[in-house]
Nanobody, 122 residues
């Protein structure tokens, strides 16, 4: 089992920044792929960014150039730096882990955190 705990969400004005953290614990040895996802009310969950333990990254087009995913393997923690936030970035943000392939598709992810809320006001 793998446990994921997100933190760092909050409320900011448009143009602001937030840094989300996702701490992994448990049997993480094969969880080589981590991802950040978000879900706004009434919308499907969508992939935002993903990272492989070797450093390869993948971003959704809507956040490319504004968001940066990174990791500290020693701490089993993945981060999502979010800059130039827009009201449309408002959502619950989740981190997830899997051992298959780098992807922004939720269906490949086996373990999920409880989420952290991000609210961006105009």
């Amino acid at each position: 089992q793998v446990q994921l705990v997100e933190s760092g969400g909050g409320s900011v004005e448009a143009g602001g920044s937030l840094r989300l953290s996702c701490a992994a614990s448990g049997y993480t040895i094969n969880m080589n792929y981590m991802g950040w996802f978000r879900q706004a009310p009434g919308k499907e969950r969508e992939g935002v960014a993903a990272i492989h333990t070797a450093g390869t990254t993948l971003y959704a087009g809507s956040v490319k150039g504004r968001f940066t995913i990174s990791q500290d393997n020693a701490k089993n923690t993945v981060y999502l730096q979010m800059n130039s936030l827009k009201p449309e970035d408002t959502a619950m943000y989740y981190c997830a882990a899997q051992d298959y392939a780098i992807s922004l598709a939720p269906k490949f992810y086996k373990y999920w955190g409880q989420g952290t809320q991000v609210t961006v006001s105009s």
